[in-house]
């Protein structure tokens, strides 16, 4: 499907980008959850996926002026921080679903990441409630959908 619309579709996969001299890398990490997302997904068109390889990541990048890891689950971020990663940007928790079970619940299977913005180490890792519902459990309460937009900044325009 993203293939389709002309989209790239990262997976273990770098692409930089080249902004007022210097460069940015976007990453995108496979999902820890890929050897489920085949069997669980009805539609063909969806990627099988690939397991999760910061290393390949991390080495694509290398150089970099700052690189930008998309991972759609936030719960490898102490792990991706290890590896000089300066923003990783996640999903996958829907913000926790319904205020109060997002930290019984969801925190402790997404390694303490619900929603907001963290820091781990020298990384710094933004958790996006999203906007979809996930189909095991298509409940909100007090957790609204979200669209973010994140402004980056060179630390020189400071």
């Keep these: 499907m993203f293939r389709d619309l002309g989209l790239n579709y990262l997976e273990n996969q770098t692409r ?3 902004i007022n001299g210097r ?3 976007i990453s995108g990490l496979g999902d820890p959850a890929y050897g489920r ?3 669980q997904n009805a539609d063909p068109s969806m990627p099988e996926g690939v397991p999760p390889d910061i290393q390949a990541v991390a080495r694509q990048a290398k150089g970099a002026d700052f690189h930008l890891l998309l991972a759609h689950q936030p719960k490898l971020a102490r792990e991706n921080a290890e590896q000089q990663e300066d923003l990783q940007i996640s999903g996958h928790t829907h913000g926790g679903h319904i ?3 997002d930290r019984w619940l969801v925190a402790p299977v997404n390694n303490g990441f619900v929603r907001g913005a963290y ?6 890792l933004f958790v996006s409630n999203g906007v979809g519902l ?7 309460l007090g957790v609204p959908p979200r669209i973010d937009v994140l ?5 020189r325009a400071h």
């Design 134 to 140: 996930w189909a095991g459990f298509a409940v909100r």
């Design 119 to 124: 820091d781990v180490g020298r990384m710094k």
């Design 37 to 39: 997302l085949s069997q």
């Design 99 to 101: 205020i109060g079970m």
């Design 23 to 25: 460069t940015l890398a």
């Design 151 to 155: 402004v980056l900044r060179s630390a």
């Design 16 to 18: 930089l980008v080249k």
